[in-house]
Nanobody, 115 residues
Framework: QVQLVESGGGLVQAGGSLRLSCAAS????????LGWYRQAPGKRRELVAS???????NYAHSVKGRFTISRDNARNTVTLRMNSLKPEDTAVYYC?????????WGQGTQVTVSS
């Protein structure tokens, strides 16, 4: 069992930056795919970015070039750096670990971008 705790959300003006962090209570394994998802009011949860143990990354088209995901297996953390934020990035952001098909989720952290 893994518990995830996100931090770093908040209110920022458009064009600003935020850094989200996710700490895992248990160990992060090399087989784990780590990711960040987001859910805006009235919308489905969507993948923002993911990273494998080989540091292969995948980004939603809407955040490419602005967001960067990274992982530190030794510290059991995954980080999402968000630059050039837009009002449409406003959502609750969730940390995720996919371990051989089993998903673990954090409680979410609110990101609000004002125009």
């Amino acid at each position: 069992q893994v518990q995830l705790v996100e931090s770093g959300g908040g209110l920022v003006q458009a064009g600003g930056s935020l850094r989200l962090s996710c700490a895992a209570s248990g160990s992060i394994f090399e087989i784990d795919v780590l990711g960040w998802y987001r859910q805006a009011p009235g919308k489905r949860r969507e993948l923002v970015a993911s990273i494998t143990s080989a540091d292969s990354t995948n980004y939603a088209h809407s955040v490419k070039g602005r967001f960067t995901i990274s992982r530190d297996n030794a510290r059991n953390t995954v980080t999402l750096r968000m630059n050039s934020l837009k009002p449409e990035d406003t959502a609750v952001y969730y940390c995720n670990i996919n371990r051989v098909g089993t998903n673990y989720w954090g409680q979410g952290t609110q990101v609000t971008v004002s125009s």
